[in-house]
């Protein structure tokens, strides 16, 4: 019943920008919801990339800080990531996920690419 629906997904030159995303749909207060967006690279494991609490806390990876800023907006049930100054590195999977004690939600998932 729930869906989070990702995008801004897409190619990229290093030093790039892009702008992650994701919208929740169906009976969801997104007050009550720690939010969080994850990335997963060819061969590696799946990792928190920045994470922003019900109150407004935010927490970033070592390798993004400085560059990526989470932010939610509550009245549309959206979380953005705002991604500066890409690597190569920052090539993944991206997938936003909503948290509380009773509930867990994932995206589906949207292709970040940094080539030249």
């Known amino acids: 019943q729930v869906q989070l629906v990702e995008s801004g997904g897409g190619l990229v030159q290093p030093g790039g920008s892009l702008r992650l995303s994701c919208a929740a749909s169906?009976?969801?207060?997104?007050?009550?919801?720690?939010m969080g967006w994850y990335r997963q690279a060819p061969g590696k494991q799946r990792e928190l990339v920045a994470g922003?609490?019900?109150?407004?806390?935010?927490n970033y990876a070592d390798p993004v800080k400085g560059r990526f800023t989470i932010a939610r907006d509550n009245a549309k049930n959206t979380v953005y990531l705002q991604m500066n100054s890409l690597k190569f590195e920052d090539t993944a999977v991206y997938f936003c996920?909503?948290?509380?004690?009773?509930?867990?939600?994932w995206g589906q998932g949207t292709q970040v690419t940094v080539s030249s």
């Open positions: 169906g009976s969801i207060v997104s007050s009550l919801y720690g």
């Open positions: 922003i609490t019900s109150g407004g806390m935010t």
């Open positions: 996920n909503f948290k509380k004690w009773d509930s867990n939600y």
